[in-house]
């Protein structure tokens, strides 16, 4: 199995924001559509202080589109964990271009960390919660410092550990914020073809949940469409978030 890996030192961060002002803006916006709340908190209370992270995966272009429709200048945040499948690079390419995003920032896992930890480039196979924290977790961690909150494009339906998910939580004191925590697949696909956005490459090919190449499979018929992501393994998030349990108060 290798050595097991020790925690990585991620960087001190002071909360900007508690449980308190989660549930104030969760009950703020209830409601509210999504492209409104985030004019709101992107031009209001939050501009300079929040960027959006974002996979570039399936679903991804909906998101940025409304970020860039607001302000194209707002921090988008990519890690690229090198174990990425040619066709999102190609397709992060693209949707940036496309979509006018001035701030792309991408970050990669620290070498000296992968040379002691994942000298190989094979933990993904042993140990897929230890890779995430190299290729992911460490990156992202970097990544935010400069920031007070951050936007996500989970949503609810992806997997029955979503289905409670809230618009607005805390994460390592930060406010951390799912616009589209509600939107159904239908709403989605509304969006793509209401504004004319390009599809990933890969969500043809049956892959409707698009993470490392490594441990990303094929959606079979009937599954949650992050079915395919770390397949055989006991693992359903890469660390970056938690599971949300339904009947459970959310975690702000």
């Given at each position: 199995m290798g050595e097991p890996l020790r925690q990585?030192?991620?960087?001190?961060?002071?909360?900007?924001?508690?449980?308190?002002?989660?549930?104030?803006?969760?009950?703020?916006?209830?409601?509210?559509?999504?492209?409104?709340?985030?004019?709101?908190?992107l031009t209001g209370e939050l501009a300079g202080r929040i960027a959006s992270v974002s996979s570039f995966g399936a679903e991804s272009a909906v998101?940025?589109?409304?970020?860039?429709?607001i302000d194209p200048d707002v921090p988008v945040?990519?890690?690229?964990?090198?174990?990425?499948?040619?066709?999102?690079?190609?397709?992060?390419?693209e949707l940036s271009e496309r979509l006018g995003l001035t701030d792309l920032r991408v970050f990669r896992p620290d070498p000296r960390l992968l040379a002691a930890k994942d000298k190989t480039g094979l933990r993904w196979s042993y140990d897929p919660d230890g890779c995430c924290e190299?290729?992911?977790?460490?990156?992202?961690?970097?990544a935010l410092a400069p920031f007070d909150a951050w936007i996500s494009g989970r949503k609810g339906f992806q997997s029955g550990t979503r289905l409670a998910l809230p618009r607005f939580e805390i994460d390592q004191g930060r406010l951390k914020i799912n616009p589209l925590a509600d939107w159904k697949k239908a709403d989605l696909d509304a969006y793509f073809a209401a504004h004319d956005l390009p599809r990933h490459p890969l969500e043809a090919q049956g892959y409707l949940s698009i993470g490392c190449a490594p441990c990303t499979s094929?959606?079979?018929?009937?599954?949650?469409?992050?079915?395919?992501?770390?397949?055989?393994?006991?693992?359903?998030?890469?660390?970056?978030?938690?599971?949300?349990t339904p009947g459970e108060d959310p975690i702000f």
């Open positions: 990585i030192d991620l960087i001190d961060v002071t909360p900007a924001f508690s449980a308190e002002d989660a549930a104030a803006l969760e009950a703020r916006f209830a409601g509210v559509p999504a492209p409104e709340m985030l004019r709101t908190l998101l940025l589109h409304m970020v860039s429709a945040i990519f890690t690229n964990t090198q174990k990425m499948f040619g066709e999102t690079l190609a397709y992060r390419d190299l290729r992911k977790v460490e990156p992202l961690a970097r094929k959606v079979r018929p009937g599954e949650d469409p992050r079915a395919g992501r770390w397949r055989g393994w006991d693992k359903v998030e890469c660390g970056i978030h938690q599971p949300v």
